[in-house]
């Protein structure tokens, strides 16, 4: 049986965060993958109707940068 210690994520789905660059727009989480190869989160953000974007939780920030 594979034993699986599994981190814990940073942001949840519905948590207002940032892309790390500067200015950039408020996003919200919408869906929370964990990819078991790496080990690490992928969060998957909507900043409008139209744009949404797939970043690790390295390129995310619970605040803007400016």
Known sequence: MLNIKKMENRFDIGDEVYHVSPNSEKGIVIEI??????????????????????????????HQNF
């Open 33 to 62: 993958t964990y990819v078991l190869s790496t080990k690490k989160y992928i969060y998957t953000v909507v900043t409008s109707w139209d744009n949404e974007y797939v970043c690790s939780e390295h390129e995310l920030t619970a």
